[in-house]
């Protein structure tokens, strides 16, 4: 099944609850939240406060992606306001195997990302800890990027891992996705589709409706 999840780092701030509900009633299933903590990457963004407060606008489910060191730390924290799923940097953990485990052990899905430089390869050790693979599709931190076109390989590589593994994960893409390079991205073999500015710049249902008519 192909799942959208709209970034909400391009909605706008004053009004998150009615962007939200805009785009999950239009047939949004996910709603990814970015959580950066300006050493991972350079910006700040939001953290446990927004999650716990944008938790009661909706129900749909939470997709959170920590863009942060050392996210082990906070794993409790967002799995107890309400994240669903909870994805952290290969590049940023002490011990993948144990934040993976720790994700699983607070109720939640667990998904693992690399940045555009990370070697796909890197991942094989943890398939059997993850629902979730997020490929960024461009350098984590920052909304309205441009789309890395070597992503589209990357994507088809880790669906063939996973493939040949047997195993049950959904391939995740973050970063510059649009609707004209949607369908490319869905047939390289994604499955959840992050999009921020295609989402939320503009009429947001309409743009919800556009995007889940191509990945239907
Ligand atoms: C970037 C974030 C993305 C971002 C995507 O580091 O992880 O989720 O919001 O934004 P767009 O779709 O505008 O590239
Ligand atoms: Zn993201």
Known sequence: ???LAPSILAADVTKLGDEINA???????????????GVFV???????????????????????HLMIVDPIKCVEDFASIGADIITVH???????????KKIKE????????????TKVEELKPYLELV???????????????????????RISAVREMINASGLNIDVEVDGGVYLGNLKMIIDAGANVIVSGSAIFRGDIADNTRKFLDIMQ
């Open 106 to 117: 607070c109720g939640c899905k667990a998904g693992l990302s690399i940045k555009p430089a």
């Open 42 to 64: 350079p910006k700040l963004s939001y953290g446990q406060c927004v999650v716990e407060s944008i938790r009661k606008c909706t129900d749909a489910i939470f997709d959170v």
């Open 1 to 3: 099944m192909n799942i």
């Open 23 to 37: 785009t999950a009633k239009a047939g949004a299933k996910y709603i990814h939240i970015d959580v950066m903590d």
């Open 90 to 100: 290969l590049e940023a953990c002490e011990d993948v195997a144990a934040t993976l």
């Open 131 to 153: 629902d979730m693979i997020l490929i960024m599709s461009v350098e984590p931190g920052l909304g309205g990027q441009k789309y890395i076109e070597a992503s589209t390989e």
